[in-house]
């Protein structure tokens, strides 16, 4: 038995076919677009806690330091760079082109060794001498993760590095694996511009997602209504 109202010739079928396909994927597209705006608040909640993990007041450098506790820790120090050796690390940077960031062995004030990133050289620059004399670096301490399956090998014959390997920078410069990225120093003459660690280096990319999500609903939409407008005018 097939009730009346159930009853359908095969091209209204199509027809209202057509209609629950497009309102469907105009939902499920919508619903895509929604999805990446919450995901925009929660990473631009995390960025901004980043940012004031960062920006936070600097503190002396603590005794016993562990990457998964200090990690963008704010820190100070006072000392001096020792050693007649800079390591660089190729780079690129958008406004300045390829470059090295300057890496050199600190001493502290208390003897402990660590290792400052004192920022970035271009390759067309001679490169800045190390820094003479004693004075403070602040910056953030870090354990960057920058080695990969591509990862070229150092060219240490050149003084070519491909990645800031904190534990081999220490065996080679002979300190603690502690890395401070240089925010600022009262070395003066120092020729290398700093390369803070920013949460702007971080992606955001959400909105830009969303706005492709709720695009491509508008285009879905708009098709949608196009063939079922074509439908209705074959069938008349």
Same mark, same amino acid.
């Given at each position: ?38 995901? @925009?608040? +929660?990473?631009? *909640? $995390? ?7 960062? /920006? %936070?007041?600097? =503190? ?80 953030? @301490?870090? +354990?960057?993760? *920058? $080695? ?7 060219? /240490? %014959?050149?003084? =070519? ?76």
């Amino acid at each position: 038995m097939q009730l009346p109202f159930l009853h359908f010739e095969g091209d209204e079928m199509r027809y209202w076919g057509m209609i629950l396909l497009g309102a469907v994927g105009t939902a499920v597209l919508l619903g895509l677009g929604v999805w990446q705006l919450q995901r @925009l608040a +929660w990473k631009t *909640e $995390i960025l901004a806690q980043i940012e004031r993990k960062i /920006l %936070a007041p600097a =503190i002396d450098i603590p005794a016993q330091v562990a990457p998964a506790t200090h990690d963008l820790l704010p820190v100070r120090g006072t000392g001096q760079y020792i050693g007649d050796h800079t390591v660089r690390v190729l780079v690129s940077q958008k406004i300045y082109g390829a470059g090295y960031r300057l890496i050199n062995a600190f001493e502290l004030s208390d003897g402990r060794k660590i290792i400052v990133d004192r920022g970035f050289a271009s390759v067309r620059a001679d490169m800045p001498a190390i820094p003479e004399g004693s004075g403070q670096v602040t910056g953030n @301490l870090q +354990w960057p993760q *920058e $080695i990969d399956s591509f990862t070229p090998d150092n060219d /240490l %014959a050149a003084n =070519i590095w491909f990645a800031r390997d904190v534990r081999a920078l220490s065996a080679y410069l002979q300190t603690e694996p502690i890395l401070l990225v240089l925010r600022s120093s009262s070395f003066a003459g120092d020729a290398a511009t700093p390369l803070p660690k920013m949460s702007a280096n971080i992606p955001n990319d959400h909105l830009n997602y969303a706005l492709t999500w709720f695009s491509l609903a508008l285009i879905w939409l708009g098709m949608s209504g196009y063939f079922l407008y074509r439908s209705r005018n074959i069938k008349t």
